[in-house]
């Protein structure tokens, strides 16, 4: 289930930050997330929600480059959380896209999904559109349209 697509009327908004207070508890945004941001609700435990994205990505020839533990981080500071992952993935078409038209979207790159566990078990995903993060740049509108269906293939593997 998508909670936030785009500019959110104010139901779609409170449910955004009904489902960051799920995994922030007091610490969470008091507004509406910014436009083009995706909050999905998995129907899943986290470990096998951070699977089914893997795999997913994995499926599609696409690269996981990278995987930020935030919620490893956050301990450093003191801050115990739920599961929080941060997986990057890219593939070079997208980068040759990129390079052909517009070299300075290079710096919106890699892709990424944060999956979150609530404090109630539950479990998140949030992602930016891709066609709202390359839109500022010459010539990677499709691109951007493109990874958008790649996206959502991918997030739907948590919601069925």
Request: with cysteine; charged share 25%; proline share 6%.
């Amino acid at each position: 289930m998508i909670l936030s697509v785009g500019l959110a009327p104010p139901q779609e908004a409170k449910a955004q930050e009904t489902a960051m207070k799920m995994v922030f508890g007091d610490r969470a945004i008091a507004m509406p997330l910014p436009k083009d941001r995706l909050v999905v609700r998995s129907k899943y435990p986290y470990m096998d929600t951070v699977i089914r994205i893997k795999d997913a990505i994995e499926s599609k020839d696409i690269l996981i480059v990278g995987n930020i533990d935030h919620q490893e981080l956050l301990t450093l500071v003191g801050l115990k959380t739920g599961g929080m992952l941060g997986i990057e993935f890219f593939h070079p078409r997208y980068g040759k896209v990129i390079a052909k038209n517009d070299g300075s979207a290079a710096l919106e790159m890699p892709f990424r999904i944060v999956v979150m566990e609530a404090n109630d078990g539950s479990v998140l995903a949030t992602y930016y559109r891709p066609s709202s993060i390359l839109a500022p740049y010459k010539g990677c509108e499709g691109l951007g349209r493109e990874v958008d269906g790649v996206m959502d293939d991918i997030v739907a593997s948590i919601t069925r």
